[in-house]
Each structure stands twice: as C-alpha cells, then as structure tokens.
C-alpha cells in the first residue's frame, strides 16, 4: 500500500494550493481517505475525511469554508483544495487511509506527507 502526497510548497497569505494523494495498493473506493496536517511543535490535527460516496465530514473551523476535500475514484486520488491560506495552516500535511466501517478514529495507512508553508 502506497500513498503518495504531492502539491504542498511555500505560498503567500492568501493564496491557495491543492494537495493530491495518489493510492495504490488497496480497493480505493472502499476506504474512507482523510488528511491530517501536524505543524511544529504541535500534535497532529485532523483536516478533512471523505467516503467513496463522496460525502465528506464537517471541518474545523479554522478551516471551514477555506478547505475543501475531494476524491476521483477513477484515479485512486483524494484532493485538498486549500484557500486563502494564512500562516497557521503552515504544516506537513498528510493523507491517511482507512476501510469503510473501521472506528473512525484508526487510520490504517499513512502517507509521507507534503510541506505546507505560508509566509506573511
């Protein structure tokens, strides 16, 4: 199982990235994909999950309106769509997978993460 992060880089305040994670190695329509971000210093912080279904779950509000998860089936890829950045998103982000109607909070399978920087 394989799951690669890409898309992260060092952007200004306001500006927007979208992080991919490309998944190989498990039926991905059967997992729920999720991204977590952990900046210096900090636990890691849960940003967003979605199903196959394409239902996603309630972000922080930190992040409300700002993020936006997304998944394509079709190329076993979930998305971070990441707007209006500011300095406290800057983190390594990092995509997760788990089996639908596992315990939510028990991600079987991590990726390396991405570098996420926002300057002011």
């Known amino acids: 199982v394989q799951l690669q992060a890409s898309g992260g880089g060092l952007v200004q305040a306001g500006d927007s990235l979208r992080l991919s994670c490309a998944a190989s190695?498990?039926?991905?329509?059967?997992?729920?994909m999720a991204w977590f971000r952990q900046a210096p210093g900090k636990e890691r912080e849960f940003v967003a999950a979605i199903r196959g279904s394409g239902v996603s779950t309630p972000y922080a509000d930190s992040m409300k309106g700002r993020f936006t998860v997304s998944r394509d089936d079709a190329k076993n890829t979930v998305y971070l769509q990441m707007n209006s950045l500011n300095s406290g998103d800057t983190a390594v982000y990092y995509c997760?997978?788990?089996?639908?109607?596992?315990?939510?909070?028990?991600?079987?399978?991590w990726g390396k993460g991405t570098q996420v920087t926002v300057s002011s």
């Open positions: 190695g498990i039926n991905f329509s059967g997992y729920v």
């Open positions: 997760a997978a788990r089996r639908i109607f596992t315990p939510s909070d028990v991600y079987k399978y």
